[in-house]
């Protein structure tokens, strides 16, 4: 952009402009009739104050006008998109869309999330009236600024609000975005929802507004006639103490993020509760008599299994602010559900029954605090990748499951702290998964080792009985010797990445895959 342009007059025939980015001391354009196309960037950072668009724009291009003076805009009815950040402008306090003067059957205007918005105090639009033409608005669309209310013009037949709640209209209703601005402690779900949903990124505030101006506490849902649905990501950062999920059905993964609940009661109607549904928060659970699938176990909520046993699905630390804490696992729990104990705190220690059976993904993902792990189980059958996740400290975790477990699952022990020198498996396994041990599928020598990451795995003895060694097994771990057993199968980037500088290899090999060894420092290869 150039400093010295002040003022622009485009000519009848031009139909795209681009080009006047971070011209500082634009303050007048004017667009012309044919314009059809205002690309990428093309007004950023300009003086521009205002703008008058022509009635043949059809598409406003990702940051148009990002970070412009712009205090009013209208959009034609002619317009069909309004890209991302087009108007993140911090002094942009009105948008007006001029209703289509025709008839339609289609709607066409799309509007990008975070079409609207400002870098720093985040704007100052608090009402917004979307147009009859709407066929789609993003659900993050207009929540930075926090608006206040969302109004929709007569006539929208996919888009309606209800007490300024956006709601979208399609199979059943979905609760579409909640104003962050509104000024109400206790959303109460309307009766129009009932059956329906709560959408991802209904409540998103993540952009950490301050409480004078998102004071959200509350969820009522005691108006629904049928029971409804929330989504993965339907309320991010909320600032609830308390859920009363009555008249719900499903609550999927992740769908209270970043929040701080301390309770919530799970009614009659809880068919699936998400794992992790309520994710980094610790909330002790309460659950209605009357419900088939769910039970309450010290706090922790647990999931009824067919043959009378239970499913941990999320578990309440009761002493989360006591240091170096032991817990010990019901004998009638016999499974780990996924991400039972995500950013579990201050749990050092945890004994789990003589009756497990099964281990989910991520169970132990994030558990920072987790030093030891006991199982004694001669029954445990299935370990899942990842289980233990990223930042827990590996402690033994292998030679303590006595039961059946033929593989050391995909990812399994990817990010643990802390693998001991001497690894030992279990009798039964005959597979290494991929990723078991692997710091990350991008690492390096020069990252892999930061924090204490497998600051001891320098050494390692494959027992006679793995027949297979999966993809990136080892991946980029500071391995410097290995000893292989015969007909031993060896997969792509097993070992790539480690610092390993010499190689003794079997007799017998089944295969090497490509890149097995690639970007080690290997002098010396060995073959008898």
Avoid at 90 to 116: N, Q, R
Avoid at 270 to 285: H, L
Wanted: overall charge negative; hydrophobic content about 35%.
């Amino acid at each position: 952009g150039s400093n010295d342009i002040v003022k622009i007059e485009l000519g009848k025939n031009v139909q795209t402009v681009r080009g006047f980015r971070d011209c500082k001391e634009l303050m007048s354009v004017k667009l012309n009739e044919g314009l059809k196309t205002i690309e990428y960037a093309a007004f950023q950072n300009t003086a521009l104050t205002s703008v008058n668009l022509p009635s043949t724009l059809v598409e406003i291009e990702n940051s148009a006008f990002q970070g412009s003076a712009l205090s009013s805009i209208t959009i034609p009815a002619s317009v069909r998109k309004i890209g991302q950040q087009s108007f993140y402008c911090e002094s942009l306090s009105e948008m007006i869309f001029t209703p289509c003067d025709t008839t339609f059957t289609e709607p066409w205007l799309e509007i990008e999330d975070y079409c609207l918005g400002a870098n720093t105090n985040y704007g100052k639009l608090r009402s917004i009236t979307l147009p009859a033409h709407l066929k789609y608005v993003g659900p993050k669309s207009f929540c930075k600024p926090p608006v206040e209310e969302y109004k929709v013009a007569e006539g929208c037949s996919r888009y309606f609000a209800i007490d300024g709640v956006l709601y979208e209209n399609g199979d059943t209703v979905t609760a579409y975005s909640y104003p962050l601005g509104k000024a109400a402690e206790t959303w109460v779900a309307p009766k129009e929802l009932s059956g329906g949903k709560i959408g991802k990124s209904f409540y998103d505030n993540n952009l950490n507004i301050s409480a004078s101006e998102c004071v959200l506490k509350n969820l009522d849902f005691s108006q629904l006639t049928q029971p409804i649905k929330i989504c993965t990501g339907a309320f991010s950062a909320p600032k609830f103490d308390e859920l009363n999920l009555q008249n719900v059905y499903e609550v999927e993964d992740d769908a209270f993020d970043w929040g701080s609940i301390k309770s919530i009661y799970i009614g009659a109607d809880m068919v699936q509760a998400g794992p992790g549904m309520i994710c980094k928060s610790n909330p002790s659970f309460t659950v209605d008599a009357a419900n088939p699938h769910y039970v309450e176990w010290n706090g922790s909520l647990c999931r009824k299994l067919t043959d009378g046993n239970l499913r941990l699905v999320q578990f309440y630390n009761p002493q989360p602010n006591q240091t170096g804490s032991t817990v010990e696992i019901s004998e009638n729990i016999v499974e780990i559900g996924k991400k039972a104990f995500y950013a579990s705190k201050n749990i050092k220690e945890i004994k789990l029954p003589k009756t497990l059976r099964r281990i989910e993904e991520c169970a132990f993902d994030v558990a920072s605090d987790l030093a030891t792990l006991t199982c004694e189980s001669k029954v445990v059958d299935y370990v899942s990748g990842e289980a233990f996740g990223k930042h827990m400290i590996y402690a033994s975790v292998l030679e303590n499951f006595k039961g059946d477990v033929f593989m050391i699952g995909n990812w399994l022990f990817r990010w643990c702290k802390k693998i001991p020198a001497s690894v030992k498996f279990p009798k039964e396994a005959t597979v290494i998964g991929e990723g078991a041990f692997s710091r990350n599928m991008t690492g390096s020598l020069t990252n892999a080792w930061n924090v204490d990451y497998f600051n001891n795995l320098t050494t390692i003895t494959i027992p006679d009985q793995i027949v297979r060694i999966e993809q990136a097994a080892f991946y980029a771990t500071p391995l410097q010797s290995v000893n292989l057993p015969e007909g031993i199968r060896i997969g792509n980037y097993s070992f790539g990445n480690t610092a390993l500088t010499s190689l003794n290899l079997p007799a017998k090999l089944d295969s090497i895959g490509d890149g097995a060894f690639r970007n080690c420092k290997i002098e010396e290869i060995t073959v008898p």
